[in-house]
Nanobody
Framework: QLQLVESGGGLVQPGGSLRLSCAASGFTLDYYAIGWFRQAPGKEREGVSCISRSGSITNYADSVKGRLTLSRDNANNTVYLQMNSLKPEDTAIYYC?????????????????WGQGTQVTVSS
């Protein structure tokens, strides 16, 4: 069974940091591009960042550029999203997604496999 599991979410104060993980089971992430998306209450799901299959290409939404870093550890079948300088507007459920392609995409419709999400709350 192909499964993605996110972890690392939680409550953090503005300006704080979190590292989200996306671990795969039942398949090898080596052949998959990975995307991270988030959805805040009452808002559409939006793309945050994505990374190509090799890890050589990463893309970020303008709202998170310079604050988030996406990386992958194929040996451990895990992708990491380091989030720094967090803001209240970053509060959302964060999802990772995978698709068997080389280049990643910012569009949710291009991903076939999804995790269950992890809650990130930025509040003082």
């Amino acid at each position: 069974q192909l499964q993605l599991v996110e972890s690392g979410g939680g409550l953090v104060q503005p300006g704080g940091s979190l590292r989200l993980s996306c671990a795969a089971s039942g398949f090898t992430l080596d052949y998959y591009a990975i995307g991270w998306f988030r959805q805040a209450p009452g808002k559409e799901r939006e793309g945050v960042s994505c990374i190509s299959r090799s890890g050589s290409i990463t893309n970020y939404a303008d709202s998170v550029k310079g604050r988030l870093t996406l990386s992958r550890d194929n040996a451990n079948n895990t992708v990491y999203l380091q989030m720094n300088s967090l803001k209240p507007e970053d509060t959302a459920i964060y999802y990772c997604a995978a698709d068997r392609r080389y280049y990643c995409s910012a569009y949710a419709r291009n991903y076939n496999y999804w995790g269950q999400g992890t809650q990130v709350t930025v509040s003082s």
